[in-house]
């Protein structure tokens, strides 16, 4: 099962059939570019070669959808959607990679047909560097069986650890103007990018422990930014809502940014002293896995792009609201073709006297500025399988 993102290739309102997407494609295909880099007016011959170095764990995940419930013991049910994407970190290198960063990814590979599959999606179909990955002999990919149902999703994941720490990898990766980390993770690494001048930001997982240490947020010291979801800000800071949870944590942190679901996301800027909040967009969430680092990767580019910060929350928000609408997790990711599509179609509503639609449009002026110009060309989606014969002609 595959659909292609293109702008103007959708109005908007629902998927594209592959037939549709084929035929749009072949005739816009003189026109169209294969990505838009909204760096590119910043761009200096001194930067790093890489905007944005990430590192983890990739998993082969095989995602489910369209199931009205779970299944009880013993009961199997059929389910209406089916696709298998790259998951784990591979969910945020996506992400950046499809909002136009330079992105590096520092992962193990194993040597069997998923990791190959991974491996050449990443590298060749995203664009994402992989020079300082590492392909592991007798080893197998870790898999995660995802079942989204109800707006929220269980998993079941297998694997075992790499026979060689990552750490041991990332000194030999491209410089990186930031780096995208996970707070309960290995520090040792990106507190030696930080002193280099590398931009950190970080994110933290749910404390299984449910002790919720303070001292769990220490190395916050060598970060630029925070961005926790709410249950996490309010529990490491002790305090009883979002808003109070971000201040707490503006303390902290040079950028503190707190998502918290359909309700939107609060962010304080203590370097510039800005402050907002951006409520969430509205939409029929199809499949909320890696909504999360959609989210992530556009703050990480508006940092680097240095937007004002409410317009670094809207872009997010905007990310986020589209990939919930594609089932899986990175192939879900939103492309430049994505967000145009979206703004087009949201003005022409408006102009057509559409008053949700002109309220919409007034938020979101300042995509005017940021959307290319031109059509750019679709990225895959999730796949009921992780090989197609007729993949073949269009890869």
């Known amino acids: 099962m595959t659909s292609t993102d293109r702008s103007d290739a959708t109005d908007g309102t629902g998927p594209v059939t592959p037939g549709d997407a084929r035929t749009a494609a072949a005739a816009d295909a003189a026109e169209a570019t294969a990505s838009w880099d909204p760096l590119a007016s910043r761009r200096t011959p001194e ?107 269980a998993m079941v994941t297998h694997g075992h650890d790499l026979p060689e720490p990552l750490s041991v990898l990332i000194d030999a990766a491209p410089r990186a103007r930031a780096a995208v980390v996970d707070l309960g993770g290995e520090t040792s690494w990106w507190s030696r990018l930080a002193a280099q001048g590398t931009l950190i930001i970080a994110d933290i997982g749910y404390d299984e422990t449910e002790r919720w240490d303070p001292a769990d947020l220490a190395p916050l010291a060598h970060c630029h930014a925070f961005t926790p979801n709410a249950v996490e800000a309010m529990r490491y800071t002790r305090t009883e809502t979002p808003d109070r949870a971000v201040r707490a944590l503006a303390e902290r942190v040079p950028l503190a940014v707190v998502t918290d679901g359909v309700a939107g996301s609060y962010a304080i800027d203590s370097i510039t002293g800005e402050e907002a909040y951006c409520p969430a967009v509205p939409v029929e969430a199809l499949d909320p896995t890696g909504a999360g680092d959609v989210f992530g990767a556009a703050i990480t580019l508006g940092a680097l792009a240095d937007w004002p910060l409410v317009e670094r929350l809207k872009f997010a928000s905007l990310c986020s609201a589209l990939a919930v609408q594609q089932f899986g997790g990175s192939l879900a990711a939103p492309g430049w073709g994505d967000i145009s599509d979206w703004w087009r179609c949201i003005s022409q509503a408006a102009d057509g006297g559409d008053l949700r639609a002109a309220y919409t449009r007034d938020q979101y002026r300042f995509l005017d500025q940021i959307v290319p110009p031109h059509p750019v060309m679709g990225r895959r989606r999730a796949q009921g399988t992780f090989a197609l014969r007729s993949d073949a002609g269009d890869h």
């Open 47 to 153: 930067d790093p070669p890489l905007d944005v170095l990430l590192s983890g764990t990739v998993f082969f995940d095989l995602v489910f959808t369209g199931l009205p419930r779970m299944p009880g013991p013993g009961e199997e049910l059929w389910s209406e959607g089916l696709g298998s994407c790259p998951g784990g970190i591979a969910n945020l290198a996506t992400a950046t990679a499809r909002l136009g960063l330079r992105t590096g990814l520092v992962a193990g590979f194993g040597d069997d047909a998923y990791a190959d599959w991974m491996w050449d999606t990443l590298s060749y179909d995203e664009g994402i560097d992989l020079s300082a990955s590492r392909r592991f002999g007798h080893f197998h990919s870790s898999l995660t069986v995802s079942i989204a149902t109800s707006g929220d999703r």
